[in-house]
């Protein structure tokens, strides 16, 4: 099988199981035991030298980081269904949220949840209210991303939003739990946390 996903469902790596289901290609898990500390062994830091998980190869080609291993199994498996073609002009939009949940959500909450004192004027996320703001005026144009059309952008911003919101690290705003709840009716993501679920079990974990 020529995916294999180093994962754990304690991990990002859970959230990239949606990803990969969505891609709808055959994909093998390899389970990397984040409590005991595997990810920093040499087998997974000579695939990604952060040492963390997600983790894909796909043959030959490693991909790391969450965002990153989304788009690329859209382009790679869906293109112009998962991810818009190269010159549909909806690319710009695609791009600009995918890459705004990583850079801009994440800091801006991680920010904000543990008290970091920065000059918001240097940093890539800016403040907390202007991401709020931001990130909601992404899905000011329909039910996803694209507007009416469902893409990976959605299992990128989407998928943080969910967490966040479990999470209670985002304000639970009509805009975002709206939007999730959509999100959960997906089989690709609702197959994705069956797995993650049994996983769960099998590794003895809640
Ligand atoms: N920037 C990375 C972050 C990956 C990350 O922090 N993964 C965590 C699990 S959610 C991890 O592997 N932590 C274990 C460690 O850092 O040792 C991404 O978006 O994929």
New binding site residues.
Partial sequence: MSLVLHY?PY???AGTLWALEEAGQPYELKVVD?MK?E??GPGLVAKNP?????TLEDGDVVV????A?CLYLADRYAPGKLAPALDDPRRGTYLRWSFFA?SVIEPAVMAKVSGWTYKEVAAGWGNYDSMIAAAESALAHGPFVLGEQFSMADVVLGGLLRFMLQFKTIEPRAAFTGYVARLDQRPAFQRAEARNLAMRQQLGLK
């Avoid at 952060?50 to 997600?54: C, H, I, R, V």
């Avoid at 790391?64 to 965002?67: D, V």
Wanted: charge should be positive.
């Fill in positions: 754990h991990s990002r790596a984040i500390g990810q920093k952060m040492g963390k998980l997600p790391t980081e969450a965002a291993i990583p």
